[in-house]
């Protein structure tokens, strides 16, 4: 298995720091020192009224105010979160020369959909596969794009698939309280995609427990370690909520209870000391177990890809395992966190930058809510 040539999409709105100390009692500087986020891309859509109570209004005119104007109105248009996911892997796909019709899976890795029932059918239409393969959405959050990965080694070794579509996209700006500066710092949106391939010589791999495996070396992923801990949601939730609005339905005595208020979900809850010991804690001992199953040490590592979170989570991950700050791929500073996209994201510049080359070994780690987490131990090229 190989996987060759990510690429990302970001909306065209970026909100700086000093945008939000205009909405939040915020400043540059108190959110770059806790969090080394300096910008971030939002979507220019919908945004919840639950996650902005005082103005149930579009996101687009929410980032109009009179202060905001002379640089952006005239310029936002409704962008969609599909429209980003189906731009980046239309260049995935071109990249790596492979035609929509030798897809034989779409895997989109996403904790915000724009239909309730799922993305992936519309972006596999969008991209004009006419075989119809297989197409579903992973929900994990910000570990959504690394269990995209281990999912599509599975399919390929165990499925005989040859080409797997893996996007990772969130729109998490929707599902933020704009009001509350301990969470709208954080969250940018973006989408990521690589397609996944099969290699002439790979049957099965050791990391997935076959026996007779083939040499590791001709295999792209190396070894992979995946959990989840569905006590710590209580840390990390963005829980349905009834509509308060329609409590006059079902009013009338004749069923208690019906019919069903309308819901949706409530903005991110997050309890930020929590987790970051859990980062702290769980994504060092995930990369040094991966790297156990594969029969690696960590100075094997090229380079540290973990999800940007944080920067203050990426130094401490760092540290814990002795990689140099030089070695760890950080670009959170123009994008904040971006959930599943926000490991495409930051290797796409890097590839694009000369820093991560073919043959390189990439230590990549997810971790977010649910709560999940997981490593894995790649080979990029």
Known sequence: MRSRLFKAQVPSLQVSNDDLAKIVDTTDEWISV????????????????????????????????????????????KESLTALAVEASKKALQMAEVDPDDIDLVLMCTSTPEDLFGGA??????????????????????????????SAACYIRGGGFNNVLVIGADALSRNVDWSDRGTCILFGDAAGAVVVQVTDL??????????????????????????????????????ITE????????????????????????????NGKEVFRFAVRCVPQSIESALKNAGLTGS????????????????????????????????????????????????????????????????????GAGLTWGSAILRWG
């Not at 687009?60 to 109105?73: G, S």
């Not at 401490?316 to 994201?345: C, F, K, Q």
Request: glycine share 10%.
């Open 34 to 77: 806790r969090t080394g986020i300096r910008n971030r891309r939002v979507l220019t859509g919908q945004l919840s009224s639950e996650c902005f109570p005082e103005l149930s209004i579009s996101l687009t005119v929410m980032f109009t105010p009179r202060w905001f104007l002379p640089r952006w109105v005239g310029s936002l248009g």
């Open 121 to 150: 059918p519309r972006i596999q239409k969008a991209l004009g596969c006419k075989r119809n393969p297989l197409a579903f959405d992973i929900t994990a959050a910000c570990s959504g794009f690394l269990l995209g990965l281990v």
């Open 202 to 239: 790979v049957l099965f791999s050791r990391t997935c427990g076959a026996y007779n495996a083939c040499d590791s070396e001709e295999d792209g992923l190396f070894g992979f370690d995946l959990h989840s801990d569905g006590d710590g949601q209580r840390h990390l939730n963005a829980a």
């Open 243 to 270: 509509n308060e609005a329609d409590s006059a339905l079902g009013s009338n005595g004749s069923v208690l209870g019906f019919p069903p208020r309308r819901a949706s979900y409530s903005c991110i809850q997050m």
């Open 300 to 367: 094997s590592i090229d380079w540290l890809l973990l999800h940007q979170a944080n920067q203050r989570i990426l130094d401490a991950v760092a540290t814990r395992l002795e990689v140099p700050p030089e070695r760890v791929i950080s670009n959170l500073a123009n994008y904040g966190n971006t959930s599943a996209a926000s490991i495409p994201l930051a290797l796409d510049e890097s590839v694009r930058g000369g820093k991560v080359q073919s043959g390189h070994t990439i230590a990549v780690a997810g971790f």
